[in-house]
């Protein structure tokens, strides 16, 4: 359980956690996750940015075994899986000082029963000589908590930036090189984590950016050293730039609306718009997050269950709503028997999407031919809504 050195003075001393497979008891984890924590030793005092998930502490603490003092510990996040186990290093350094922002201040008490006078508080763009090597801390809000920053090691040109940037996977690889599952990882992370935030995600990485660095050290997945690729993507991710594409989360219990669903996708298809069909019933809601990074329209497709929508769409409404995409248009198509108000519960769901819905076709029973004129119609309309993004 040795330490791996990035470079003189910089080790990366954090866990691989393979077999994870949920997190936050949300979120899927296919490929597991890391949690990276850093030891920067100066030529006067020794630092340690970040823990790991508490399940993993012990871990973590083999790694640290060599190391007699830690003077500070850097406290990107409150959040568990990298503030976890602070108590535990407190403990064992009887000297070292928690730093981190003034919003995580009070959060570190709440969440962590740290004590506070072994919390010191740094502004944004302040540094803290570690002798040979410098930190300098930004804060970068919601990247995801209100409280997170992140460090920039200036004489290394490393830039420790937490959840920001992060990815879910679990590799034996400390760098990510250009391998392209990094960035799809990252992707998802982005999807699921961070979308709600876009806006303000865009001044942080305007902040981060005028930044010098050759490295990003996240707290989750391989550190980039082809940095500008991240960057640049989630540059892309953050803009007010939507794709020709229609995602279509839907379910079925016997068939009409997965009828209605296909029918659909195959009249865009034609019309030269892209699809992507999430079938709610077996999907990784990850997928589905990360097909709505930048799609332009959703296409919910529901029966109808007790008056209202699938209880699967309705939660997959609901994240919808919560992740906050760049959506631009919405339409609700299903089928119902009797009396249904699947749609109206839908549009009610959605306040957050500053979506146009373009229209609703409901089927009583299975599809007739008037049924799948009217889903050309939507598909004709979505196609041309789609030529002027
Ligand atoms: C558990 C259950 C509850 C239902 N509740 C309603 C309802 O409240 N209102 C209604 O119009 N139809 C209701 N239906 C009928 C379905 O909406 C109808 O069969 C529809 O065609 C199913 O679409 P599907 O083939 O895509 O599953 C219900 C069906 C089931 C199985
Ligand atoms: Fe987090
Ligand atoms: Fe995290």
Same mark, same amino acid.
């Given at each position: 359980m ?6 003189d003075?910089v080790?990366?001393v954090?866990v ?6 949920l997190?936050?008891?949300l979120i ?5 996750t ?5 030891l ?6 020794t630092?340690?940015l ?6 993993a502490k ?8 060599n190391?007699?003092r ?10 568990q899986?990298?503030?976890?186990t ?5 403990e064992?350094?009887?000297q070292?000082v ?6 995580a201040a009070?959060m570190l ?6 004590a506070?006078e072994r ?10 000589s570690?002798?040979?090597?410098t930190?300098r801390?930004v804060?970068?809000?919601w990247?995801h908590?209100?409280e ?7 004489e ?7 959840d920001?940037f992060?990815?879910h996977?679990?590799t ?5 090189g250009s391998?392209?599952?990094v ?6 992370y982005y ?10 995600i865009?001044n942080n990485?305007?902040?981060v950016?005028?930044?010098?660095f050759d490295?990003?050290?996240? *707290?989750? #997945? ?7 690729g991240?960057?640049? +993507?989630? &540059? /892309?991710?953050?803009s $007010?730039?939507v ?5 279509l989360?839907?379910i079925s ?5 997965e009828?209605?669903v296909?029918?659909l ?5 034609e ?8 079938d709610?019933s077996s999907?990784?809601?990850g997928?589905?997050?990360m097909?709505?990074?930048d ?12 008056v ?6 309705f ?8 992740l ?5 248009y919405?339409a609700?198509i299903?089928?119902?028997?009797w009396?249904?108000?699947a749609?109206?519960?839908i ?7 500053k ?7 409901l *089927?009583? #029973? ?7 004129s009217?889903?050309? +119609?939507? &598909? /004709?309309t979505?196609? $041309?809504k789609?030529a002027s993004?």
């Amino acid at each position: 359980m040795k330490p791996r050195q990035i470079c003189d003075g910089v080790q990366w001393v954090g866990v691989v956690d393979w077999n994870r497979r949920l997190f936050d008891s949300l979120i899927p984890l296919p490929d597991g996750t890391s949690y990276n924590a850093y030891l920067v030793q100066g030529s006067e005092k020794t630092a340690l940015l970040d823990t790991v998930d508490p399940a993993a502490k012990d871990v973590l603490m083999r790694r640290l075994a060599n190391i007699d003092r830690i003077d500070y510990l850097v406290s990107h996040h409150v959040e568990q899986d990298h503030s976890g186990t602070i108590p535990v290093i407190l403990e064992k350094y009887g000297q070292s000082v928690v730093v981190c922002s003034p919003k995580a201040a009070p959060m570190l008490v709440e969440h962590l029963g740290i004590a506070s006078e072994r919390i010191k508080t740094v502004e944004d763009g302040e540094t803290l000589s570690l002798g040979s090597k410098t930190l300098r801390f930004v804060h970068t809000p919601w990247v995801h908590w209100p409280e997170t920053m992140v460090t920039h090691l200036p004489e290394d040109r490393i830039l420790f930036s937490c959840d920001f940037f992060g990815s879910h996977l679990a590799t034996s690889d400390l760098y990510a090189g250009s391998d392209p599952s990094v960035l799809e990882a990252a992707k998802r992370y982005y999807a699921e984590i961070m979308m709600p935030f876009r806006k303000v995600i865009q001044n942080n990485l305007k902040k981060v950016g005028a930044l010098e660095f050759d490295l990003i050290a996240p *707290s989750h #997945g391989p550190i980039y050293d082809q940095p500008k690729g991240i960057v640049a +993507a989630y &540059a /892309d991710w953050v803009s $007010d730039r939507v794709s020709n594409l229609v995602v279509l989360p839907y379910i079925s219990m016997h068939g009409s609306t997965e009828t209605m669903v296909n029918y659909l996708a195959e009249s865009l298809a034609e019309l030269g718009v892209k699809v992507q069909k999430f079938d709610l019933s077996s999907t990784d809601i990850g997928k589905l997050a990360m097909a709505l990074v930048d799609a332009a329209t959703i296409v919910i497709g529901t029966p109808t269950v007790h008056v209202g929508p699938h209880p699967n769409v309705f939660y997959a409404t609901h994240l919808a709503n919560a992740l906050r995409p760049k959506l631009r248009y919405a339409a609700i198509i299903g089928s119902y028997g009797w009396g249904t108000k699947a749609a109206e519960q839908i549009t009610g769901l959605i306040p957050n999407l500053k979506v146009e819905v373009l229209g609703t076709v409901l *089927s009583k #029973g299975f599809p007739t031919a008037e049924v799948f004129s009217a889903l050309d +119609a939507l &598909a /004709d309309t979505i196609r $041309d809504k789609h030529a002027s993004i």
